[in-house]
Nanobody, 128 residues
Framework: QLQLVESGGGSVQPGGSLRLSCKIS????????VGWFRQAPGKEREGVSC????????HYADSVAGRFTISRDIGKNTVYLQMDNLKIEDTAVYYC?????????????????????WGQGTQVTVSS
């Protein structure tokens, strides 16, 4: 059974950095595409970034482009979200999710609503 576990959340001041990790287990090889999402108090969940199974295709929400970087270590079945120049509005619970899409499905956009397997989330708080 596919399992995703996020880690790396915490508290940081504006302008600081954090790196989130999403460890995927229950699979014998890296065949999943992965997305990062976040949900702030009182707001709907939003897609932040995604990466395909090869690691070569990535997408970012406009609100984080240029500040966040998604990557994956295929050998470790782990996807990372490097978050730099954090802002107060980045405060949220961050979730990773996985899905196995067909080849090239993510080439032009991130299918955020279609991710089916989810982790439990990790809190990121940005405050001065």
């Amino acid at each position: 059974q596919l399992q995703l576990v996020e880690s790396g959340g915490g508290s940081v001041q504006p302008g600081g950095s954090l790196r989130l990790s999403c460890k995927i287990s229950g699979v014998t090889r890296d065949i999943y595409d992965v997305g990062w999402f976040r949900q702030a108090p009182g707001k709907e969940r939003e897609g932040v970034s995604c990466i395909d199974r090869t690691g070569y295709v990535t997408h970012y929400a406009d609100s984080v482009a240029g500040r966040f970087t998604i990557s994956r270590d295929i050998g470790k079945n782990t996807v990372y979200l490097q978050m730099d120049n954090l802002k107060i509005e980045d405060t949220a619970v961050y979730y990773c999710a996985a899905e196995s899409f067909s080849n090239y499905y993510m080439d032009y956009a991130c299918p955020y609503p279609e991710f089916g397997s989810w982790g439990q989330g990790t809190q990121v708080t940005v405050s001065s």
